[in-house]
């Protein structure tokens, strides 16, 4: 385990549900992150929250919704997907320091199918 | 066995075999590389780092070697076993402290 946890595992929803994925970090880290997966393409970075502010979105749509509350937790609220957001979404955490490197621990992943 | 990461993203090695996985990266000011082993079903598990100011570091069963000069990072796995199939990325640490990923190397170790 990394300590990084996300639920739920598995997720069907059709393009008019709305939902939410869920990660929780157990690692006392200050930043989290997430990224898409895409089956045959390198991850894509989509949001990156820093001490709960956003630093940075990477051209992500608007009915993609972040929502980091605290520094442990990090949601990704859901409405309005399209067939091609079905995709492997992963949550990472990282303790960013001035001058450190940033290694990056990831949850297991939350499999989101698109009807 | 060997692979070239973009243009061979699958390497098949026999059971025992060292497998050399490599990755180009981009950036010439990345300060920091990592190399994550995904299993299926999981997200992706750090193996090991290289800062660039090395030109190699050596983990159990693992090396990873670093060639600024023309931007390339290997992975070296000694005497792969059946649990060693997976698929590896390479990541370069950018300014600013983003990680950008390779397409990832599919790694299969046949018994």
């Known amino acids: 385990e990394t300590g990084v946890t996300q639920t739920p595992r598995h997720l069907v929803m059709g393009m008019t549900n709305k939902k939410s994925l869920k990660c929780e970090q157990h690692l006392g880290h200050n930043a989290m992150y997430w990224y898409k997966q895409s089956a045959k393409k390198p991850l894509e970075l989509m949001f990156v929250?820093?001490?709960?502010?956003?630093?940075e979105n990477n051209s992500v749509p608007s009915r993609f919704s972040p929502e980091c509350p605290n520094s442990s937790h990090l949601f990704l609220h859901l409405h309005t997907l399209q067939p091609e957001d079905s995709a492997l979404y992963l949550c990472?955490?990282?303790?960013?320091?001035?001058?450190?490197?940033?290694?990056?621990?990831f949850g297991p992943g939350t499999r989101l199918t698109v009807l | 066995g060997e692979s070239v990461g973009l243009h061979l993203p699958t390497l098949s090695v026999q059971e025992g075999d060292n497998s050399i996985i490599n990755c180009a990266y981009s950036n010439s000011a990345s300060d920091y590389f990592i190399w994550y082993k995904q299993e299926s079903g999981k997200g992706p598990q750090f193996i090991i780092d290289i800062r660039s100011n090395m030109d190699k570091r050596q983990g159990q069963r693992v090396t990873v070697l670093l060639n600024k000069t023309v931007k390339h990072l290997s992975l070296q796995i000694a005497a792969t076993q059946p649990g060693d199939s997976a698929v590896y990325f390479c990541a370069e640490n950018v300014q600013g402290g983003k990680l950008i990923f390779g397409q990832g190397t599919e790694l299969s170790v046949k018994p």
């Open positions: 929250y820093n001490f709960k502010e956003q630093t």
């Open positions: 990472a955490s990282s303790q960013r320091r001035s001058g450190s490197y940033n290694e990056q621990f």
